[in-house]
């Protein structure tokens, strides 16, 4: 046999160890990304308590509107304190979820849908914090009027109207989030427009309320009531706008608030 085909016969050699490849390099490999699973999993966590966090300012201004719609019913002078004192909880939560964001984002750097979320909470507790001013503003109003104003029952029974409508898209704003719907975030432009449609009843009515000056007085306050209620619808649709843009990745206003309803001026009817 020549050494050649002696040669070929052979079994072919084991490949050689890798001398270059630390001991444990596989463990502390599996161990680094057990590691960042975890830290994902705890950021998670806490992006979620946040939200919760969130979502449940909107049951306090829940419980503001309701108080502050009460006392406008019965120019209750006394409940409209009580309203304008417990605003610190509102603004404690704004700062309690904005801090917690703030920390989360120090420690880790959330991306696509999470940095989203981020981004969408911020823009919540901002609207939720000017929905509490507004019902400050509006507990404001009521005694400039004095514990026994002219009051003027059909403008109201509008303000309550729109007071209810208010309150309803809040309920709304915070389901829709929660539910990541987009269906009935957009549905929230359909009560706004009953909203706005009344806000332009009641300054009809103030015009038209007579000449005794007190009771135009009180007229003109309610006026500015109904701005604020206004107001607050507003912000509840630009939360549900957040819903969309959690969901999708793109911003878009649902309806533009600049541009009146109805026919344009020198357009056609």
Not at 60 to 76: F, G, T, Y
Request: some cysteine.
């Amino acid at each position: 046999m020549s050494p050649a085909s002696s040669a070929d016969d052979r079994p072919p050699a084991r490949p050689s160890a890798d001398l270059s490849a630390p001991a444990g390099a596989g463990s502390a490999l599996a161990s680094a990304e057990d590691t960042h699973a975890h830290g994902r999993a705890h950021f998670q966590a806490q992006l979620k308590e946040l939200e919760l966090n969130a979502l449940g300012g909107l049951d306090l201004i829940v419980e503001q509107l309701d108080r502050v719609l009460e006392a406008l019913q019965h120019q209750d002078v006394e409940l409209a304190q009580m309203v304008i004192a417990d605003d610190d909880r509102v603004d404690g939560r704004y700062l309690e979820v904005h801090q917690g964001i703030l920390s989360l984002l120090a420690l880790q750097a959330p991306v696509a849908g999470d940095l989203r979320l981020v981004a969408a909470l911020l823009h919540m507790i901002k609207h939720i914090e000017r929905m509490g001013d507004q019902c400050v503003n509006i507990a404001k109003l009521i005694p400039l009027s004095g514990y026994e104003p002219p009051v003027h029952r059909e403008m109201l029974d509008a303000l309550a109207r729109m007071g209810a409508f208010a309150r309803s898209e809040v309920v709304q704003s915070k389901a829709a989030f929660a539910a990541r719907d987009i269906e009935l975030a957009e549905d929230l432009v359909r009560q706004d427009r009953e909203i706005n449609r009344l806000n332009r009843e009641i300054f009809n009515l103030a015009i038209a309320i007579g000449d005794d000056p007190d009771r135009r007085e009180w007229a003109m306050h309610m006026t500015l009531v109904a701005r604020a209620i206004e107001r607050i619808g507003d912000n509840a649709v630009d939360i549900g706008e957040q819903v969309a843009f959690v969901v999708t990745g793109l911003f878009r206003e649902f309806s533009d608030s600049s541009r009146p309803a109805g026919p344009t001026a020198g357009g056609p009817a």
